[in-house]
């Protein structure tokens, strides 16, 4: 009985020994949320910040671009293409492609706003002049002016919906952080520039003019600064390059545009298509289900083009569109045809008749300047709003471009399906599937 | 310079075959019976069943010693070298009453010792092993457990295919028609929304790997560009090897596996070596698999109509366009038809002597799919050792090694696909109509390979000396090394500069597990059996994958040949560990009653948790035992259990991480995971009754449990406004679920004749799931399912017309103004997100029936009808969706084509003008019956000289297929784009899986 009752001990240990096992793991790969607390970390971060930013920028870029007629929907509706309900200008809060966007453009906010924070804690010199937190600043500022532009109401922290005018105003105080941050030193010059433009654009939205003004002084003409994105990995490829490069994706053309018959006739280097004697992914219904010819934009002939967030030449437009605002357009005009007579070729100058007809030839050449740069639904939505002269928009294109619309169709994308399921201060569904007209 | 991966692989097999054939001799040489030493004689004799048919595969041996044998096919067995004197023989097999009779040998003499065995309908004293600590008896049992003969099964290429309708509660999906794709299990149906609800698989006592392979897709193609196609881990193990394999489908069962089992185990056991003469068995298959339709032949065809037909063959919509691409099979002086030819050979040896056992066996197959490049190899060897240094210590050691060579064709949800881009025909992406061009353009430029090499060592020694006491302690180590290539070259359409992604996984298993029991007496009649132990379960999981693009030109390139390159590496560690004890009470072996308790610890548990245990109790009553019972009742067994497991959180969800990645050259830190110090395991309790019985003198049989599940602590993927800005969703054990149904397994001897018989069976589950709580969390969505309170775990939402049948545009969401004022008109509006079903079936019929004839010939039939689910169909959403006219659309192009579209009912132009497109449109109802398989064996003697037996086996399985009238394409079992990995079900631009027909020879030497 002994020998039994010391087998069973023995048993006994061992499976003690087996319960003592020791479950701590290292696993390498995903970083623990405290050390991004070191300094050495904190570069990373803004540039987590940026990386969102620019896929925000790059989804809704290529979105938009179909909405607005910048380029044309070549049949493809779903990864790569443009949905059915968006080529007919239905932007739906249910509609897949609106959610991204506003995920990465919610997460570049949040890692820069969040990131500044956290330099400001734990970066013994804070955040002046450290080049981290001015561009952790940056970027979440820009996040903020992609969600005003494009979004007819916002929401931040989980909270209740609020105008897009806060995204604006939220915009414009990261953009005075990053300037106030970047201060005096050399090698913020960039992002201090860049800061004073995205608020000059941003207070073109608030109706700020003379603010706007302030800050557009200070970008020179030949300034650019650039989402950038990777030749590398498939999913950081240029969206719209990628989506209409014929690999295999032709989702976009520019067939049935106004830029075909435009570059057509000028060859203005803004404005670059090329005709690759095929059709598009599949039949486009709204022009009588066939396959449509496929004119590949060469804007983004790369996989890495970048694409611009601001530029000295935005500026001269908003320097000319204030002088429209007074009724000098010859003088916005004189800002527009410097421009033009410097392309290679060069364009001929603009010479409108009266104010009204300078609003028009203004409005087509911000969209030529910023052509698939993802600014136009914003500025179509504002000129509307403000009745700005000079008609244009319905799609702005020649043809019947404004048959394929369908009622309701919208110039914002409203608060997506996801973040209204998930956020307990915003109804789940919507009182209009698309954006309220009066907003 | 570049070597091609199957060159290699060829030279291997060819001389791994020959070092193979040639160490199975000198090993059943080594370890055959050593010449007697002393006066010996022979016993031998015949096993029949009761009706007089010869039973193969019955254990036949001397009582106390390892001498013994199996039967061949002819029933007949001999052992050798026994020594003269009187000794007791046992012939035991499963399903059948052990006997044991006095043989008394003379020194030189060949005694004859007989048998019939009866059919023991029950098996009340069989011996389980899974469930329970240690080994227990049927009748102590408290659970339902199923018990799988393999003997019989048709011949297979998979496990997952013997596993087919094979048991109440058990449901088998193959995934899709691409060559090495496995099949998705799921016992009783899902006990988790964000774990794995396949079942863990042990082998001969060895935790292995059961979760899927990786995909052979690079991180940066998100949609996934290769094959689509997840290999299984099962599909390593030959089921020629397979003596038996024994399921618990749920925590009243699994309790003692602890964390990680609330899915239910599956245990395979292989065979083993037996004394007495050496046994060959060489088995030889030869089949083809075949596609069936899986599309309605419509008469209104694709633009430009009539289509021209290609070289390949007739352009048809019965399989979507598929037809000109799938393999022939040509038949000298027949012709060709659609189908793959497949083949296999298993060669294995048993035998050995006192001291050792062994089977040795190796296979080889190679199995042609039934798309143009689609083929899967394998090669494999087991040898199984059962050494006896003395009597009350056993060393079985098992040893297997099997390579997996597996080719695909670009398939499933994929722009570089053969499917997606056939179904699409001219209107793909390659404006390919033409069966020759696309196979130049995207099927045969691209190579898509996986190799996997298994090997799994086990060994468990058994200490019982036949007193009080036994213990049992096992080792086991399970690696699997994974490569996988796909290789797009330079000048492929799509990627004109070319792309090469190559990976290598190595997925290792490391168990420990030690069990002891002892037993108590406490008088006559009552007896306690205590058992206690501890398990570790190590796994490490370790993955480095690159790419390469853009490379020079033209050539065999390897990664470094591109000029832009990317790399990824994952390394995960996951410990469970835990210790165990049950307690079981004996009364007068009628009443039993179990308790025990299994305490865990596991890596990926949050700090603050620490360990956690997992309760079980059962209670068995075989009341036929009792005084009372009139035998004319038969055997009756009644049995409660309930027990806990539970299923642990993913190895990082408990920490609040970032992930570090590089991008356009700079490194970022992008948030990942919110974190939970608090995060623990789910806990599934579940709880069951039943009965086993067997009457009319055990012609007739019944098992029926009814279950039920509970999930608490369930782990959620608890969604956060994305206007939050971290992450989307967060693991949280916040969820309560449910399923309820219960299990009927009937089997019964319809006709016992002496040269005929048949039987019969029939079985009946039912799974009816809730989620009774989200704990306060929004509902939430996930591949293509809803979780959402009051409904089934997981929901299919869909999309209703309202007025479906007026002439009208069902344009807006009903509960808008212009909605309702179209429903008010008597027009149509739609509702979006509705609730339609469970996405899991809630009901599943099967039947079999054998039927014996003289000279032994049988035939038998399976078949399994499954309903009450739901599934949605992507491809015909997004081939509608791009305008592509598709087969379901067929009325509707009459009405068009002719002008009349404004006859449309409003849920036609739903469902066919893309107009109106919404993901999710495209739902059916899944009900579906296929028959799993009709065999016929036929016994052909000595045919093959110097044999024992020889038997043939002719089957085709899953070859006839009914569908719901409003499941209008495709296969109802298609499991999804990723494989039978993904947590829902839902059609995608695959094949459907095929039919198989094989004919398989086995011969016994």
Request: hydrophobic share 35%; glycine share 10%.
């Amino acid at each position: 009985m002994l020998t039994r009752a010391m087998r069973l001990g023995s048993a006994v240990l061992l499976v003690a020994a087996a319960g003592a096992c020791d479950f701590e793991v290292t696993n390498p790969g995903p970083t623990d949320d405290k050390f991004l607390d070191r300094p050495q970390a904190h570069q990373a971060i803004a540039n987590g910040a940026a990386y969102y930013l620019f896929d925000a920028v790059n989804e809704l870029t290529y979105t938009t671009s179909a909405v607005t007629r910048e380029l044309f929907p070549a049949g493809s509706t779903s990864s790569f293409g443009i949905a059915q309900r968006q080529q007919t200008g239905l932007l739906e809060y249910d509609e897949e492609h609106v959610g991204s966007p506003w995920v990465s453009a919610q997460r570049a906010r949040y890692v820069g706003e969040s990131g500044f924070a956290r330099m400001a804690e734990t970066n013994p010199a804070g955040t002046n002049n450290y080049k981290p937190a001015v561009e952790a600043a940056l970027y979440a500022a820009y996040a903020l002016r992609v969600l005003g532009e494009n979004h007819c109401e916002v929401a931040f922290d989980g909270g209740g919906i609020v105008p897009r005018d806060s995204a604006f105003a939220r915009a414009e105080v990261w953009f005075t952080k990053t300037i106030d941050a970047a201060g005096s030193t050399a090698s913020l010059a960039t992002q201090k520039t860049a800061a004073y433009a995205g608020r000059a654009s941003v207070r073109v939205f608030r109706g700020n003019w003379a603010g706007a003004l302030a800050d557009a002084a200070l970008v020179p003409t030949t300034f650019t600064f650039y989402a950038r994105f990777d030749a590398t990995q498939q999913g950081f490829y240029n969206r719209t390059y990628f989506a209409g490069a014929n690999q295999p994706y032709k989702a976009v053309t520019t067939w049935n545009t106004k830029y075909q018959d435009y570059y057509t006739q000028t060859k203005d280097p803004r404005v670059p298509w090329v005709d690759r004697k095929t059709t598009g992914d599949a039949a486009v219904l709204m022009v009588g289900n066939i396959r449509v010819p496929f004119y590949e934009q060469q804007k983004y002939p790369l996989r890495e083009s970048g694409i611009m967030l601001s530029s000295g030449r935005e500026m001269r437009l908003i320097e000319a569109e204030k002088l429209l605002n007074d009724g000098n357009y010859t003088a916005a005009m004189a800002i527009l045809n410097a421009r033009r007579a410097a392309l290679n070729p060069a364009q001929p100058a603009l010479n409108p008749a009266n104010l009204t007809e300078a609003w028009t030839l203004f409005k087509a050449e911000r969209g030529i300047e910023l052509w698939l740069e993802g600014r136009r639904l914003g500025d179509l939505w504002r000129w509307k709003k403000n009745n700005t002269p000079g008609a244009l928009h319905e799609l702005e294109t020649a043809g019947a471009a404004k048959s394929y619309l369908v009622a309701g169709q919208t110039l914002a994308y409203p608060i997506y399906k996801f973040e209204r399921e998930a956020n307990e201060n915003i109804d789940n569904v919507p009182a209009t599937v698309s954006c309220p007209a009066n907003k | 310079m570049s070597l091609s991966l199957s060159a290699p692989g060829r030279r291997i097999r060819g001389w791994a075959g020959s070092v193979l054939a040639v160490a199975l001799m000198a090993l059943a040489l080594w370890a055959s019976p050593s010449a007697a030493q002393q006066a010996t004689g022979s016993i031998t004799g015949e096993i029949h069943s009761r009706s007089g048919a010869p039973l193969s595969e019955v254990q036949v041996f001397i009582v106390g010693t390892q001498m013994g044998g199996l039967t061949a096919g002819n029933g007949r067995y001999v052992i050798r070298s026994v020594p003269a004197g009187t000794h007791q023989v046992r012939a035991m097999r499963i399903g059948y009453e052990t006997v044991t009779q006095s043989v008394t040998v003379a020194a030189g003499q060949a005694a004859a010792a007989n048998f019939q065995l009866a059919e023991q309908a029950l098996g009340l004293d069989e011996i389980v092993v899974t469930g329970t600590a240690g080994a227990a008896r049927r009748r102590e049992v408290g659970n339902s457990i199923v018990q799988i003969q393999t003997t019989m099964a048709p011949p297979t290429t998979n496990v997952d295919q013997m596993l087919q309708a094979q048991s109440p509660g058990l449901l088998v999906s193959a995934a899709g028609g691409s060559s090495g794709s496995g099949a998705q299990i799921r016992l009783r149906g899902a006990v988790s929304v964000a774990q794995s609800n396949q079942p863990i698989i042990y082998i001969d006592g060895v935790r292995v790997r059961s979760e899927p392979y990786s995909r052979n897709i690079s991180p940066t193609e998100g949609a996934g560009r290769g094959g689509n196609v997840t290999a299984s881990p099962l599909s390593d193990i030959n089921p020629a090897d397979i003596e038996r394999i024994e399921i618990i489908k749920g925590a009243a069962a699994s309790t003692l596996y602890g964390t990680d089992a609330a899915a239910g185990v599956i245990q395979i056991f292989t065979k083993r070596g037996t004394t007495g003469t050496q046994r060959w068995n060489l088995q030889i298959d030869q089949g083809f698999n075949r596609l069936l339709p899986f599309a309605p032949d419509v008469d209104v065809r694709p633009i430009p109509d009539p289509l021209p037909e290609g070289p390949r063959g007739t352009y048809s919509y019965k399989y979507l366009n598929m037809q000109p691409y799938l393999r022939q099979i040509d038949v000298p002086g027949l012709g060709s038809f659609q189908g793959a030819y497949r083949q296999k050979y298993s060669l294995s040896v048993t035998g050995g002597g006192q001291f050792l056992q062994y089977f040795i066996s190796a296979n080889s197959e190679d199995n042609l799919g039934v798309l143009p490049q689609d083929q899967e190899k394998k090669a494999g060897f087991r040898g199984n050792f059962t050494f006896t240094p003395f009597n009350a210590l056993t060393v079985q050691t098992n040893a297997a090694y099997n390579r997996t060579d597996i080719q695909n064709t670009a398939a499933g949800n994929n722009a570089q696909g053969l499917p997606l881009n056939a179904f699409r025909r001219e209107r793909n992406y390659f404006q390919e109509g033409n069966a020759d061009s696309i196979m130049m353009l995207i099927v045969t430029p691209q190579e898509i390979t996986t190799r996997i090499d298994r090997f799994v060592l086990g060994s468990t020694a058994s200490y019982d000396p036949g007193g009080a006491f036994n213990t049992k302690l096992t080792f086991g180590y399970d690696q699997a090394l994974q490569d996988n290539r796909h290789l797009r070259p330079y000048g492929f359409r799509q990627q004109p500069t070319g792309k090469l992604y190559t990976s290598a996984g190595s997925y290792t298993t490391l168990t420990a597990d030690l069990v002891a029991s002892y037993r108590l007496g406490f008088g006559e009649g009552r007896s306690l059996m205590l058992s206690g132990g501890g398990q570790s379960i190590t796994s490490d999981v370790r993955e480095v994958e690159a790419e390469g693009t853009d490379f020079a030109g033209p050539g065999d390139p390897d990664v470094d040949a591109g000029a832009n390159r990317l790399s990824w590496e994952r390394r995960v560690r996951y410990v469970t560990a835990g210790f165990f004890g049950q307690a079981l009470f004996n009364l007068n072996d009628k009443y039993f009653i179990t308790l025990g308790m299994r305490v865990d610890g596991n890596s990926a548990f949050g700090e603050s948790l620490g360990l956690t245990s997992y309760p079980k109790v059962s209670a068995s009553y075989v009341i036929s035992d009792e005084d009372f019972w009139n035998e004319s009742f038969g055997s009756l067994k009644l049995r409660a259990a309930y027990g806990q497991s539970g299923r642990a959180p993913g190895t990082f969800d408990a920490v609040r991480t970032w992930t570090a990645v590089g991008y356009n050259g700079q490194p970022t830190y992008r948030p990942e995971n919110l974190g939970n110090p608090a995060l623990g395991p789910e806990r599934t309790g579940e709880t069951e009754f039943g009965f086993d019985w067997a009457g009319f003198d055990n012609r007739l049989t019944a098992d029926f449990t009814w279950y039920h599940r509970k999930t608490t602590d369930a782990l959620f993927g608890v969604r956060y406004p994305p206007s939050e800005g971290f992450a989307t969703s967060q693991q949280e054990n916040v969820g309560t679920l449910k399923n309820h149904g219960f299990e009927l397994n009937l089997r019964g001897t319809a006709y016992d004749g002496e040269s005929w018989g048949v039987d019969l069976g029939a079985t009946l589950y039912t799974n009816h799931s809730k989620v009774v709580s989200l704990g306060g969390a929004a509902p939430f969505s996930g591949g293509g399912s809803w979780i959402e309170e009051g409904y089934p775990v997981t929901l299919t939402r869909g999309v209703i017309v309202v007025n479906p049948e007026s002439k009208s545009d069902p344009r807006y969401f009903c509960d808008s103004s212009e909605g309702q004022a179209a429903q008010a008109a008597g027009n149509a509006c739609i509702l979006v997100d509705e609730p339609l079903g469970p996405q899991a079936p809630t009901h599943v019929f099967g039947g079999n029936v054998t039927v014996r004839m003289p000279r032994g010939i049988e035939l038998s039939a399976r078949g399994e009808y499954q309903g009450g689910h739901y599934i949605y169909d992507g491809p015909t959403n997004e081939g509608v969706n791009r305008n592509i006219r598709w087969p379901t659309c067929a009325e509707y192009y009459k009405l068009t084509d002719a002008g009349q579209g404004a006859d449309a009912p409003a849920q036609m132009r739903y469902n066919c003008d893309s107009r109106f497109y919404r993901r999710g449109t495209m739902t059916y109802p899944a009900d579906f019956f296929k028959l799993r398989d009709v065999t016929v064996r036929v016994p052909l003697g000595t045919l093959v000289p110097r044999s024992q037996s020889t038997s043939l086996t002719v089957s085709a399985q899953n070859f006839y297929r009914w569908r719901n009238k409003d499941f209008p394409i495709f296969d109802p079992e298609m499991v999804s784009n990723t494989g039978y990995g993904a947590a829902v079900p839902q059609i995608t631009e695959h094949i459907p899986p095929p039919a198989s027909f094989v004919a398989s020879i086995r011969v016994v030497f």
